[in-house]
């Protein structure tokens, strides 16, 4: 199972990034797909979720500039980002979960926001 993220870059604040993620491998519907990030330093958190049935859940620091959603194809998932501040800056995860089974990771997107 790989889960393939894509879409990351350097943006200058303001700026607008859309993050795709695709998995492959897999033979069944994730219940839930999101985002995660981390930053240099600091713990691995959530930015963005959303579940097969398309209900969306945000961290409250993007609420208003990131836009979760599922893709049309099975198991993929996009994070529109706007607004754009240097404090996003970090590397963003996809990530997709079928309980009991173990989250699936994929290998993480670099953001940088510049000044």
């Known amino acids: 199972v790989q889960l393939q993220a894509s879409g990351g870059g350097l943006v200058q604040a303001g700026g607008s990034l859309r993050l795709s993620c695709a998995a492959s491998?897999?033979?069944?519907?994730?219940?839930?797909m999101g985002w995660y990030r981390q930053a240099p330093g600091k713990q691995r958190e959530l930015v963005a979720t959303?579940?097969?049935?398309?209900?969306?859940n945000y961290a409250d620091f993007v609420k208003g500039r990131f836009t979760i959603s599922k893709g049309v194809a099975r198991n993929t998932v996009y994070l529109q980002m706007n607004s754009l501040k240097p404090e996003d800056t970090a590397v963003y995860f996809c990530?997709?979960?079928?309980?009991?089974?173990?989250?699936?990771w994929g290998q993480g997107t670099l953001v940088t926001v510049s000044s």
């Open positions: 959303v579940t097969s049935g398309g209900i969306a």
């Open positions: 491998g897999i033979k069944f519907s994730f219940n839930v």
């Open positions: 990530n997709g979960r079928q309980p009991p089974l173990s989250p699936y």
